[in-house]
T-cell receptor, first 110, second 114 residues
Framework: DAKTTQPPSMDCAEGRAANLPCNHS???????VYWYRQIHSQGPQYIIH???NNETNEMASLIITEDRKSSTLILPHATLRDTAVFYC???????????FGTGTRLQVFP | DSGVTQTPKHLITATGQRVTLRCSPR?????VYWYQQSLDQGLQFLIQ???????AKGNILERFSAQQFPDLHSELNLSSLELGDSALYFC?????????????FGEGSRLTVL
């Protein structure tokens, strides 16, 4: 699985959009980009995934660049509950396990 | 609530001892995954079982073993415990092999080795 690079930490004001970047320059054609959130010491929670098209669900939007070498997770209106570690993971579709990196610790402040 | 149940939630034991962590996956999920999260190592994939058979192995120590039973629940056995084994152990489940990548995680079992 391709390696991902994320900033170790970010801040965001409550109610504002949080844009979390991820670099995956070695991603291959059959690899998807996944995002998970882990609130302190709880089990990680799936947010969204995509291959090459932008994706949106009730939690977030995922923007993947045309060359697929990077992506951005957008939380449109960050809440205090979004204070968590966000993991960007690249995984081939024909494998099951997820390999977590170090993630981005997002701090949402009032 | 993810639907994945892990027991016990907390466990304190001494070095050299052996413990068993239990995981009940979501109803209908055939795959179970075990992860270890310690302060200095992040989330480490240990092992995956699919419908009773080992499917993938990660950084699992030889002192650790796991199995998945016919009713699909899984157990992670940790033996000859060391101080460094103190960590959160997460279990996750998913529907089938080649799934969409959505793993459902339990709330974890916190192991403290004294």
């Amino acid at each position: 699985d391709a390696k991902t690079t994320q900033p170790p930490s970010m801040d965001c004001a409550e109610g504002r959009a949080a844009n979390l970047p991820c670099n995956h320059s070695t991603i291959s054609g059959n690899e998807y980009v996944y995002w998970y959130r882990q609130i302190h010491s709880q089990g990680p929670q799936y947010i969204i995934h995509g291959l090459k098209n932008n994706e949106t669900n009730e939690m977030a939007s995922l923007i993947i660049t045309e060359d697929r070498k990077s992506s951005t997770l957008i939380l449109p209106h960050a809440t205090l509950r979004d204070t968590a570690v966000f993991y960007c993971i690249v995984r081939a579709y024909n494998t099951d396990k997820l390999i977590f990196g170090t993630g981005t610790r997002l701090q949402v402040f009032p | 609530d993810s639907g994945v149940t892990q027991t016990p939630k907390h466990l304190i034991t001494a070095t050299g001892q052996r413990v068993t962590l239990r995981c009940s996956p979501r109803s209908g999920d055939l795959s179970v995954y075990w992860y270890q999260q310690s302060l200095d190592q992040g989330l480490q994939f240990l092992i995956q079982y699919y419908n009773g058979e080992e499917r993938a192995k990660g950084n699992i120590l030889e002192r650790f073993s796991a199995q998945q039973f016919p009713d699909l629940h899984s157990e992670l056995n940790l033996s000859s415990l060391e101080l460094g084994d103190s960590a959160l152990y997460f279990c996750a489940s998913s529907v089938t092999r080649g799934n969409t990548g959505e793993l459902f995680f339990g709330e974890g079992s916190r192991l403290t080795v004294l």
